[in-house]
Structure formats: structure tokens, C-alpha cells
T-cell receptor, first 114, second 115 residues
């Protein structure tokens, strides 16, 4: 989920396919991770979260995987729909650090083709 | 339960002016964090308020300030506006009822354009 400047990584998928969005986080001390979805003109919307004592968590059509060894987070969306088109951000936080301070990745733009 | 609300939604100012943005958190939430979102820098943390006290601050100049009221509503102020302050300003609230990290819920943001 990293990018440079104005250019977001883009993932283009066909409707009905599964999507996997990846994110490399920065702080090995982070113990809480969140995925947000942001549609054009709106604020980030909570999708799913995971704490560092877990390596997998499932929600409705979404699964988050956490690999602490390589500091990698992924979001899997099953049966992707046109309404899933948005920019997806991973965010990390550390209880031992500043609780109110989420550190965001640069985002990945998901484009779903009907 | 109503979500986080922010006013105004859009704002146009000129360089040198100052601006105040308002945020009402989800009912019962006691923590309010502010973020700046730009295409070049992404989402960056400004500061967090809890129980009317600033608890954390990001790496922004002193022109950016905020406060929180007893009803948990928060305002942020930017003085002596610069062109680079044009951004989407997002407010997020969380319950802060436990000692562990909690999810933050975002408002729709205030789009600020500095001319």
C-alpha cells in the first residue's frame, strides 16, 4: 500500500473476483491495525481491525491477515462488487505510544469493473 | 446513533486569514483526533484531545491549534493561512473507555481551499 507523491497504487479487478490489498507497516511496536475505506468526497470508513495477538480476523466478505515477522498487513475482499470501488488505507497504532495517533499508509485505489 | 459531524463542509479562505473548524464526536465518545489529508502527504495526524486536554500532537507548526469543550465537541484553528494548508481536515472520535487502543470513527471532513 505504499506510493510516491500523487500516484496511488491501483488494483483493478473484475466484479465477482476476490481482491487482495497489501500494506507494509512501519513500527514493529504497533499492536493495533485498522483498514479503512474512503470513497470520493467522504471520510474514511472503518472496515475491520486486528490486534497484534492475532494473525487473522474475518468479517463480512472481508478478511485481514497480519504477518508481524515481515510487518505486513493484507485485506482480502471476497466477491468484489462495484460498491467496493474506493481508496483503502491501512492504519497502525500502538497502545504503548500515542493512542490517539493513527499512522496511515498512502492508500491503494481499488477499481471494480462490472 | 449519529456519526461524527463536521462543520463547515467546504471553506474558501485567502492567505494570511485564519480559520476555525468544528467537530462533534459520536455521542458518548470522549476522544477527538484531527488529521490533515492531502494528495501529496496522505493522512497525517494533527492532535488528539481527551477530557478537554491535548494528549498528543503531530508534527505541525504552532499555527495549528485546537481545543475541546466539556461536551467533547472540538474545534481546530489555523492561523496565518498558507497555500499549502489547502487540504481535507478530518476529525475522528473514539470512546476511550478502556486502557487498550480503540477504533477511531471519522467524520466527512472539511475541505479547505486557500487562495
Amino acid at each position: 500500500g505504499e506510493s510516491v507523491g500523487l500516484h496511488l497504487p491501483t488494483l483493478s479487478v473484475q466484479e465477482g473476483d476476490n481482491s487482495i490489498i497489501n500494506c507494509a507497516y512501519s513500527n514493529s511496536a504497533s499492536d493495533y491495525f485498522i483498514w479503512y475505506k474512503q470513497e470520493s468526497g467522504k471520510g474514511p470508513q472503518f472496515i475491520i481491525d486486528i490486534r497484534s495477538n492475532m494473525d487473522k480476523r474475518q468479517g463480512q466478505r472481508v478478511t485481514v491477515l497480519l504477518n508481524k515477522t515481515v510487518k505486513h498487513l493484507s485485506l482480502q475482499i471476497a466477491a468484489t462488487q462495484p460498491g467496493d470501488s474506493a481508496v483503502y488505507f491501512c492504519a497502525e497504532n500502538s497502545y504503548g505510544g500515542s493512542q490517539g495517533n493513527l499512522i496511515f499508509g498512502k492508500g491503494t485505489k481499488l477499481s471494480v469493473k462490472p | 446513533k449519529a456519526g461524527v459531524t463536521q462543520t463547515p463542509r467546504y471553506l474558501i479562505k485567502t492567505r494570511g486569514q485564519q480559520v476555525t473548524l468544528s467537530c462533534s464526536p459520536i455521542s458518548g465518545h470522549r476522544s477527538v483526533s484531527w488529521y490533515q489529508q492531502t494528495p501529496g502527504q496522505g493522512l497525517q495526524f494533527l492532535f488528539e484531545y481527551f477530557s478537554e486536554t491535548q494528549r498528543n500532537k503531530g508534527n505541525f507548526p504552532g499555527r495549528f491549534s485546537g481545543r475541546q469543550f466539556s461536551n467533547s465537541r472540538s474545534e481546530m484553528n489555523v492561523s496565518t493561512l498558507e497555500l499549502g494548508d489547502s487540504a481535507l481536515y478530518l476529525c475522528a472520535s473514539s470512546p476511550r473507555t478502556s486502557s487498550s487502543v480503540e477504533t477511531q470513527y471519522f467524520g466527512p471532513g472539511t475541505r479547505l481551499l486557500v487562495l
